[in-house]
T-cell receptor, first 114, second 111 residues
């Protein structure tokens, strides 16, 4: 099992450009999440999907959109990138049922907006 | 919103030492999780706690779910160089799947 995979690993954008970050999990998890991590800080939730077909805003959703394409895949889109969106982006998944709220993370996408 | 205060923000370890860190919240949590993040990688789950008072070990790591449900502690015994990294706590409230993360404790090796 690969767990949670993310593409690309690195990306440089110019202000105003758009891009989509891809995430996939092979653990048959119900819930998926997108976080951003800024230098010296913890993880802040951007959007999450509690189950296939649903998405909800997290703590810092402005400037982002998401799509839960199917149970495996959850993408994050930046429509018009801004320098403030320079960050490391992590995708995570969890079973989200019973006691299984443990989230498992991908390796991250390092995004620089110039 | 909910906030988790993690302390210390950073610490130096010497090989063989025991180290401790903690996480406190103004709100009650039903789940506490501890993660470790190495440079350039995603956080890796170390320990999950589901009951108040629970004490759980994973090798040299031991974590406790505080009785008040507003705090959690992580201890590393007999530290080794590969313990260097950033340790994050995360808490989940009674309802929903979302986690709130602490700011992290950066563990460094004493020069």
């Amino acid at each position: 099992n690969a767990g949670v995979t993310q593409t690309p690993k690195f990306q440089v954008l110019k202000t105003g450009q758009s891009m989509t970050l891809q995430c996939a999990q092979d653990m048959n998890h119900n819930s998926m999440y997108w976080y951003r991590q800024d230098p010296g800080m913890g993880l802040r939730l951007i959007y999450y999907s509690a189950s296939e077909g649903t998405t909800d805003k997290g703590e810092v959703p402005n400037g982002y959109n998401v799509s839960r394409l199917n149970k495996r895949e959850f993408s994050l889109r930046l429509e018009s990138a801004a320098p403030s969106q320079t960050s490391v982006y992590f995708c995570a998944s969890s079973d989200g049922t019973g006691n299984s709220y443990e989230q498992y993370f991908g390796p991250g996408t390092r995004l620089t907006v110039t | 919103g909910q906030q988790l205060n993690q302390s210390p923000q950073s610490m130096f370890i010497q090989e063989g030492e025991d180290v401790s860190m903690n996480c406190t919240s103004s709100s009650i949590f039903n789940t506490w999780l501890w993660y470790k993040q190495d440079p350039g990688e995603g956080p890796v789950l170390l320990i999950a706690l589901y009951k108040a008072g629970e004490l759980t070990s994973n090798g040299r790591l031991t974590a406790q779910f505080g009785i008040t449900r507003k705090d959690s502690f992580l201890n590393i015994s007999a530290s080794i160089p590969s313990d260097v990294g950033i340790y994050f706590c995360a808490g989940r409230p009674a309802a929903g799947n979302k986690l709130t993360f602490g700011g992290g404790t950066r563990v460094l090796v004493k020069p």
